[in-house]
């Protein structure tokens, strides 16, 4: 195993197996996936910071076992920001968990060195003293059951825009990186989150039986987007924008302009791989900034 110093803003590093393929179909390496991940950090960071992470690791690339990971294990250099949480109901027997919490490039690329391809978060962040805060996202994840696609889910994310609005809620719309998509909005506390997303999903439902569904019962989603208000759970998480995602393709979650949700017409239109984000971002800067 080749192993290559390096210092990453003062801190030492030590990457590893840097011209191992994770993304066997087009060669994408573990290299690669460092650079992206070091080259989108003005515009990811944000969006993790003060955010308890779980990833998704591959360490034989996307066509091998993969596991998700919480708790920041004890070879987890000390420099890097850890929340212990409470994990109530943990399949592991826990109480709590010592999350990290990705705030800098020297903890981005430590973690982009694992292989941890996909990056996860949840709608709320954790005080410098680690103590949970209340949710400052709202999230609805759009998920097309086939044979349903993204196009599908633009048209429901123009209809959720339209709820959001009249509720005084800016949406922004990204995709999920895989077949679906996702929209956010700044949360300002008026409820709670989950009963919030779950009455709207379920107006829209009823609006539009034949487009949309609310619950995830699977036999009843095909040709349908579900709306999954289930993410405001503080339990759960959603892929980050501009996190990776295990495809065939380095494909990311990215985020996207509303002239893109309202002309996209096939599915191919609205996949971007870490290359054309760059670019995105070079042209158009954080789309997804509260600004």
Known sequence: MKKVPVKVDGRELVLSNLDKVLYPEVGFT????????????????????????????????VDGKSFFEKNAPSHTPSWVRRARLPVPGSTKDRDSIDFAVVDDLPTLVYYANLAALELHVPQWRVSKGGEAQEPDQLVFDLDPGAPATIVE???????????????????????????????????????????????????????????????????????????????????????????????????????????????????????????????????????????
């Not at 009843?220 to 339990?235: C, E, F």
């Open 153 to 291: 889910c633009c048209q429901v994310a123009l209809l959720l825009r339209e709820v959001l609005e009249h509720d005084g809620l800016r949406a922004r719309p990204k995709t999920s990186g895989s077949k679906g998509m996702q929209l956010y909005a700044d949360w300002d506390g008026r409820a709670e989150p989950s009963v919030y997303a779950k009455a709207l999903a379920q107006l829209l439902e009823r609006e539009h039986r034949g487009e949309i569904i609310s619950t995830m019962t699977r036999s009843a989603r095909t040709g349908k987007v579900l709306i999954d208000w289930s993410q405001n759970n503080p339990a759960k998480t959603t892929v980050a924008p501009y996190s990776l995602r295990a495809r065939q393709q380095p494909t990311v979650s990215t985020p996207l302009l509303w002239t893109e949700v309202e002309s996209c017409r096939t599915p191919d239109e609205l996949v971007f791989t870490a290359a054309d984000v760059l670019e995105r971002v070079e042209e158009h800067g954080d789309l997804f900034s509260r600004a």
């Open 30 to 61: 573990k290299a690669e996936v460092i650079d992206y991940y070091s080259r989108i950090a003005p515009v990811l960071l944000p969006h993790l910071d003060g955010r308890p992470l779980t990833v998704k690791r591959y360490p034989n690339g």
